[in-house]
T-cell receptor, first 113, second 106 residues
Framework: NAGVTQTPKFQVLKTGQSMTLQCAQDMNHNSMYWYRQDPGMGLRLIYYSASEGTTDKGEVPNGYNVSRLNKREFSLRLESAAPSQTSVYFC????????????FGPGTRLLVL | AQRVTQPEKLLSVFKGAPVELKCNYSYSGSPELFWYVQYSRQRLQLLLRHISRESIKGFTADLNKGETSFHLKKPFAQEEDSAMYYCALSLIRLVFGQGTRLTINP
């Protein structure tokens, strides 16, 4: 049981390049989330997927797209990376039951030059 | 709007001293609150949740509905407690505070 996994762990991009961050969970959770973590800003929700087949915008969705490929996988795509998207990205999953909580992946460090 | 506020971005105490990390929330319903901890370059992990009234690693947190607070406390800080701490309110999604970086000085 690996929990929540993310790839890659680290990536350097040039402005304007595109890339996809991958996230997978093996806990049979319905809901999945993408956050970015920036100093002094805490964690901000980019997009989430409450269930397979649905996606919704979070606080900071601009410049990102997501795909809920199946119940296990939730990818985040940057179509044209900008330096402002330099951040640490965390994926999380959640089974919306009483007393359950979100489980986080190890994070992806992205540097956009 | 639902919001979580952690007023201290940085908190520094000496080993053995008491620690209190403040968290206030705004939510009209019955809140479900959590504390998460992130050690250096690691993933976030759940520290404790208010519903279970547990003590983890010596930390406790009491929900005060009158003051809309969920402060995290530990009577005697240890060096290994140095980390980033996030308070979170659970709705359909988690709403996080901005985090408090706790440093325990030897």
């Amino acid at each position: 049981n690996a929990g929540v996994t993310q790839t890659p762990k680290f990536q350097v991009l040039k402005t304007g390049q595109s890339m996809t961050l991958q996230c997978a969970q093996d806990m049979n959770h319905n809901s999945m989330y993408w956050y970015r973590q920036d100093p002094g800003m805490g964690l901000r929700l980019i997009y989430y997927s409450a269930s397979e087949g649905t996606t919704d915008k979070g606080e900071v969705p601009n410049g990102y797209n997501v795909s809920r490929l199946n119940k296990r996988e939730f990818s985040l795509r940057l179509e044209s990376a900008a330096p402002s998207q330099t951040s640490v990205y965390f994926c999380a999953s959640y089974r919306a039951e009483y007393q359950e909580t979100q489980y986080f992946g190890p994070g992806t460090r992205l540097l956009v030059l | 709007a639902q919001r979580v506020t952690q007023p201290e971005k940085l908190l520094s105490v000496f080993k053995g001293a008491p620690v209190e990390l403040k968290c206030n929330y705004s939510y009209s319903g019955s809140p479900e609150l959590f504390w998460y901890v992130q050690y250096s370059r690691q993933r976030l992990q759940l520290l404790l949740r208010h519903i279970s009234r547990e003590s983890i690693k010596g930390f406790t947190a009491d929900l005060n509905k009158g003051e809309t607070s969920f402060h995290l406390k530990k009577p005697f800080a240890q060096e290994e407690d140095s980390a980033m701490y996030y308070c979170a309110l659970s709705l359909i999604r988690l709403v996080f505070g901005q985090g408090t970086r706790l440093t325990i000085n030897p």
